[in-house]
């Protein structure tokens, strides 16, 4: 085993151990909603921010370990960069959890300036938090970094980006996974240098007491935080796009012109599509909120329509055996155009108007998390542990993804419904004249219970065979 | 000469103090006691169980602003307010009922069903004004009250939703009609000098607005990223030639 394994079965183990923990965080929100629970307020909150802020830290760092691993195929992956980036995530995570169960922060994932001034009962808080926020960024930036200039030590920029297939070349070859990884990369850059200033605005605050330009916070925020989740999900699409035919028994990918086009757009585009998080915020300039609208429109389409037409077109006639992995990568594909036309739907500053605070939000970026990028990730997981043990899981295939697949589906369609029928997000009991947003909640935590169900087992399959190669000669 | 000294003491008011609306915003309310000039006895949270309230404050023995703040009002609002309620409430110890009444009739108000007026408990009157950032002092050589003027909109819970000191353009005023009636009002706070970036300035006298620094620096990171990328490009390149 080399140290990149054994690195990356730590992750592995990190992951698997917090997953179930943040999803039972999820079910106890959904049953304090169905009245099922009587939670405090505070408690409440404590744990939306838990929840929120665990399940995007833990499934950006596997998507990016996902793509640190494979990268080796075509690369020379340095083990520091991730070395740094795991002890840093720790040290990051620690803070963050002292902050909310010691310190109260409740402020939501979105951390919406200036609630981490307010939104606590211990003053400490808010510096442990702002701490723990520095220490994930600057790990993620330094992995991050790790990471491209790998690339760029083999491939030029240009090359690395497909800039010679643009122009209809079909040598070089840019292999799709070091593409997508590339734009991915040079999309989250930014967002770590977004989340530095964010920063250094909330620190200035913070010791000086200078108030800051809420808008300006909030631009900087969303820039980090959507982009963040945006590119975690590109991480899970690299993965698919380098392991997914093999798992079909097929040639890999090759990056046609089209290809290089929709990724080389999304890196762009990207950028600005987090707009559509302002619709509300009246005071934007106008102009932005055309920006953000089209964005929104320009950025998901392309990747998806690619990924979708390769997946669908690799399946077909492929005599694919399903087991976990390809199970777990096709579902995953097919649940993120759900997920992305939801979005879609409410990235349309008319629909936003109606849905922007209701659980509709909720049900579209669960749909492509928990039923998208978690499953890109799984998927490597999955192929990951065979890779190292030999073992497929196939006692576990019909169980955890019926009950994954099923659990998932219900508990997100809990939320569409009730999103469609205005039930609104981010409060933890529904007043007297929302009563459907009591029994939604109730179908939304049971299905959930199936989720559950499902990733204990596969916890406990993956840890055994991780712990293995962590502790391997 | 007391007007003078009225809008002296406003712009005594730390510029941040006046501008920053958000510094009051959904602050709570005490449910202050009070005699309404029908002789019944009250809360001002009895008078917002059933709507919003515009509440003003006032002094019948006032020879400077408070008649033409109020008269200003009356235009600007009208005397039937439908979908909320109007409240004058004199904070001065020495009125009595009769003067309250006196005030009412002077401006026109012979209708009790239309604004409600009426007398603070004196013992309540300084929550009232701490919380309200409602700023008076006694003069005892004019033997009169240097005073804010300011309506401010409460709704049904007691927050403080809209706060305007001054006389102000009525179309400000019907900004906190339509906030006491529970429509969506725009507002955002009037640039002060306590924030470094900015997404974009306002031009108080016109107006129009521009793009600020705080806009430019989220050009920041993209360019960052792109400039960061050529140059490990380049000194991959140059250590490579070594």
């Given at each position: 085993m080399t140290a990149l394994d054994r690195l990356t079965a730590t992750w592995i183990i990190t992951v698997s151990v917090v997953f179930p923990i943040a999803i039972l965080f999820g079910i106890l929100m959904r049953l304090n909603q169905a009245n099922v629970l009587e939670l405090s307020s505070l408690t409440f909150y404590s744990l939306m921010t838990a929840h929120g802020l665990l399940m995007v830290g833990i499934w950006f760092v596997m998507s990016m370990a996902g793509v640190s691993y494979l990268l080796q195929r075509y690369v020379n992956v340095q083990v520091w960069p991730a070395t740094v980036g795991y002890v840093l995530t720790l040290v990051g995570v620690g803070l963050l959890l002292a902050a909310i169960f010691g310190g109260d922060l409740h402020t939501g994932w979105y951390f919406l300036y200036p609630l981490p001034f307010y939104a606590r009962t211990s003053e400490w808080a808010t510096l442990v938090f702002l701490l723990s926020l520095g220490s994930l960024g600057i790990g993620w930036f330094i992995w991050s970094l790790g990471l491209l200039v790998a690339i760029l030590r083999r491939y030029p920029l240009t090359q690395a980006l497909a800039w010679q297939h643009l122009l209809g070349k079909s040598t070089p070859e840019t292999p799709p996974f070091i593409l997508i990884t590339t734009t991915t990369l040079l999309g989250l850059i930014p967002a770590f240098i977004a989340a530095v200033i964010l920063l250094g605005l909330f620190l200035i605050q913070y010791a000086s007491g200078a108030t800051q330009d809420a808008l300006l916070m909030k631009n900087l925020t969303f820039f980090f935080g959507h982009t963040l989740v945006n590119e975690m999900l590109y991480f899970g699409i690299a993965t698919l796009y380098e392991l997914f035919p093999a798992l079909a028994g097929k040639q890999p990918y090759k990056t046609k012109p089209f290809v290089a086009l929709a990724w080389n757009l999304v890196l762009v585009v990207v950028w600005t599509a987090y707009f559509h998080h302002l619709y509300m915020d009246f005071v934007q300039p106008t102009v932005v909120q055309y920006i953000g609208q089209l964005a929104s429109w320009i950025a998901p389409i392309p990747a998806v329509a690619v990924t979708t037409f390769s997946v669908l077109g690799t399946v077909y006639r492929s005599g694919m055996k399903w087991w976990l992995a390809p199970t777990f990568f096709f579902a995953g594909v097919m649940f993120w155009i759900i997920g992305g036309l939801g979005a879609i739907l409410d990235a349309i500053v008319a629909n936003n108007f109606v849905l922007?605070?209701?659980?509709w939000v909720p049900a579209h970026f669960h749909t492509y998390n928990l039923l998208g990028n978690v499953l890109f990730s799984l998927g490597f997981i999955t192929w990951f542990v065979r890779e190292k043990?030999?073992?497929?899981g196939s006692r576990l295939y019909r169980p955890v993804t019926t009950l994954y697949l099923l659990g998932g589906v219900g508990f997100v369609l809990a939320f569409y419904i009730a999103g469609s029928l205005s039930v609104m997000r981010r409060v933890d009991k529904y007043p007297a004249f929302v009563s459907d947003g009591h029994l939604w909640a109730l179908v939304g935590g049971l299905f959930a219970l199936l989720v559950l169900a499902a990733v204990v087992p596969f916890v406990i399959y993956v840890l055994r065979r991780c712990w293995r190669v962590v502790f391997s000669a | 000469m007391l007007a003078c000294s009225v809008f002296g003491l406003i712009s005594a008011i730390p510029l941040w103090a006046q501008l920053n609306e958000g510094h009051y915003y959904l602050r709570k309310i005490p449910d202050v006691r009070l005699v309404l000039a029908t002789g019944e006895q009250t809360t001002l949270y009895s008078l917002i169980r059933s709507h919003s309230i515009l509440l003003t404050l006032f002094s019948a023995r006032c020879g400077g602003l408070c008649s033409p703040y109020l008269l200003y009002l009356k235009q600007a609002i009208g005397t039937t307010p439908q979908g909320y309620a109007v409240v004058a409430l004199s904070f001065?110890?020495?009125?009595r009922l009769e003067d309250v009444r006196a005030t009412a009739q002077r401006l026109g108000f012979t209708d009790h069903s239309t604004w409600r007026w009426g007398l603070l408990l004196q013992e309540h009157v300084p929550r009232l004004l701490t919380a309200l950032g409602y700023s008076v002092h006694y003069d005892s050589t004019r033997r009169e009250f240097d005073h804010s003027i300011m309506l401010c909109v409460l709704d049904q819970r007691g927050n403080l939703l809209r706060r305007m000191e001054g006389f102000q353009d009525p179309v400000l005023v019907w900004d906190l009609v339509r906030e006491a009636r529970g429509e969506f009002v725009l507002s955002y706070p009037i640039p002060g000098t306590d924030v470094a970036l900015r997404c974009f300035e306002l031009d108080r006298e016109t107006g129009h607005w521009r793009l600020s620094w705080g806009m430019a620096l989220l050009l920041v990171p993209p360019i960052s990223s792109f400039a960061l990328a050529i140059t490990l490009q380049l000194l991959i390149g140059l250590r490579r030639r070594r």
């Open positions: 922007h605070n209701t659980l043990s030999g073992d497929d | 001065d110890p020495r009125d």
